[in-house]
């Protein structure tokens, strides 16, 4: 019954333009009709990482609930931790429509959004009713026109430091001109220096330090990737997620939509950024978190992030194809790949792989 459910809810969405079968998706979670996951908690999958507890290793990535409608309906998927935004200080529209692509025979999307978001005081609002304790994370971008888009963060900080149980800096988006500039080392060291002082400054204030993680590219260089792990490990950085979308259209099946410009994701992603998750974590060493982004689409590729280095794993795009019973069926998964081991924890699969997949690309 629920595949039932799954099939002919995506051949219903995929009648719509992809942007609007997103807004319908929303809605579908708010009236309470998109199933809630039964699956039942597992102590194998609880993670501690940057001093908060995750029930599970599968977190939604930003970008799907841009402007914080529905992240206790996320949660109830089954993801162990949600992420909203990326939200800017102002309001703003984003690039022209139309902006999101699919790649059908791909199982992938390209986006140009552009940071489209209600801004800082609709998802703050959002944010301080909810009554629940999920571990929801806040992803906090700068304005397209801002003169200062450092400041744009450290305004992201202090705005939400009250409700947010992480944030993540997103310099990595390819939609915004110049926004990738600011992974730059020099420009990456002022950033850090001025969110890291907010953050500080704030914990002092209410007793309570709020992690702040960092989202890159899977695009970078190997002196790219070289500078941003110097940077990391110099100012105590709480992580890293790896990663946002890419650039490359490479081994695509769909030419014609490969045309489009963008950020592509989904499964064409998983290698390339499993592959800078492995790099970066051979460079920041053991003990850094890393959330690796891109490409999940089960509990075996979800289980490889982790085998490629990393301690908790993110997925939005697959969901496009795969709907939303997909994160109940990756944290079952995940359970029995925990059997089939005989693993006490998937952490023990963590970073087993990482030399093997550095080597790539």
């Known amino acids: ?73 996320m949660l109830r998927l089954g993801f162990g931790f949600t992420e909203i935004g990326t939200v800017t200080p102002k309001p703003q529209a984003g690039n022209d429509k139309p902006r999101i692509f699919r790649l059908v025979a791909d199982e992938g999307v390209i986006n140009r959004l552009g940071f489209n978001n209600a801004g800082h005081e609709a998802a703050y609002e959002r944010l301080s009713k909810l009554r629940g ?5 806040v992803n906090i971008g700068a304005n397209k026109d801002s003169s200062d888009r450092i400041a744009d963060y450290v305004t992201g900080i202090r705005r939400f430091y009250s409700l947010a149980r992480y944030f993540t800096a997103n310099i990595s988006s390819p939609n915004t001109p110049g926004l990738r500039d600011l992974q730059g080392r020099e420009s990456l060291a002022a950033l850090l220096s001025a969110v890291l002082a907010a953050r500080d400054d704030k914990a002092k204030k209410s007793g309570r330090q709020v992690p702040v993680f960092l989202k890159i590219a899977p695009d970078l260089t190997e002196e790219g990737m070289d500078d941003i792990a110097a940077e990391v490990l110099a100012h105590k950085l709480d992580g890293l997620i790896v990663s946002n979308t890419t650039l490359s259209r490479d081994g695509l099946k769909d030419q ?32 850094l978190p890393i959330i690796g982004v891109g490409g999940v689409s089960s509990a075996e590729t979800a289980a490889e992030k982790i085998r490629a280095g990393a301690d908790l794993v993110q997925l939005y795009s697959c969901m496009v194809y795969e709907g939303p019973l997909l994160p109940g069926r990756i944290v079952r998964g995940l359970s029995d790949i925990c059997d089939r081991e005989k693993l006490t924890s998937i952490a023990d699969i963590r970073g087993s792989k990482t030399d093997e997949w550095a080597k790539r690309f």
Not at 2 to 25: I, K, N, T
Not at 52 to 65: I, K, M
Not at 133 to 137: E, K, M, P, V
Request: one cysteine or more; proline letters at 7%; a positive charge.
């Open 1 to 73: 019954m629920l595949d039932l459910f799954q099939s002919l809810g995506r051949r219903g969405l995929f009648l719509f333009d992809p942007e609007a079968a997103h807004g319908l998706s929303i809605r579908a979670l708010k009236t309470g009709l998109v199933p809630v996951c039964n699956a039942p908690a597992d102590p194998r999958l609880k993670q501690t990482i940057a001093g908060l507890t995750f029930a599970n290793p599968l977190g939604l990535a930003a970008g799907y609930d841009k402007n914080a409608e529905v992240p206790e309906e």
């Open 133 to 137: 304790n999920g571990l929801i994370g």
């Open 256 to 287: 014609m939509q490969a045309k489009e410009a963008g950020g592509l994701s989904g499964k064409p992603l998983f290698a390339r950024s499993t592959a800078v998750l492995a790099k970066m974590r051979k460079r920041v060493g053991p003990d």
